[in-house]
């Protein structure tokens, strides 16, 4: 599967950012999602929740990889399974303060052809959650786009990928 990635540095820890997003209060930091709810486990290893779109569309998903509070990584389906989405966000210890990657794609009979129709929209989505977790995420002085100025975010395409 072709994934989208965006890249960002925050000027937080590693575990500030983990903390943030372990939280599961996805939605202040993700502007494509109204709400998460029916959370069971949290964000652990089988962990699940749902999604809640601001389209309303509603997409379970189940954590399926943890990797010592600096990875993680989620599937989802909706629309009968003919939708699905794979998301992974790494965390990385840089210039005192944490670079923040997130990996993004649709797949399934219906996520293919949307990705490539939407392309334009993925990559906004994927960058805005990037940019969210920028501003979102406490201390000192953040890289955001605040007031029309311009994003730390950088664009990144990944090749092709398998995830097991």
Not at 80 to 92: N, P, Q, S, V
Not at 96 to 114: C, D, E, K, Q
Request: charged letters at 20%; hydrophobic letters at 40%; proline letters at 4%.
């Amino acid at each position: 599967m072709k994934m989208i990635a965006k890249s960002g540095w925050i000027d937080a820890s590693p575990d500030a950012v983990w903390r943030r997003i372990a939280a599961l209060d996805w939605q202040t930091w993700d502007p494509d999602l109204a709400r998460v709810e029916n959370i069971e486990g949290g964000m652990v290893d089988g962990g699940r929740c749902q999604l809640v779109m601001n389209n309303g569309v509603t997409m379970p998903i189940r954590f399926t990889r943890l990797d010592d509070a600096r990875r993680v990584e989620w599937t989802g389906t909706c629309w009968g399974g003919t939708l699905k989405a794979t998301g992974i966000i790494e965390l990385m210890p840089k210039n005192s303060g944490t670079a923040v990657t997130y990996h993004f794609a649709l797949h399934g009979l219906m996520g293919r052809p949307m990705q490539r129709l939407m392309r334009k929209t993925v990559d906004h989505g994927t960058a805005g959650c990037v940019a969210g977790l920028e501003r979102e995420v406490p201390r000192g002085r953040q890289t955001a786009a605040v007031d029309g100025q311009a994003s730390s975010v950088q664009n990144t395409q990944v090749g092709t990928t398998r995830l097991a």
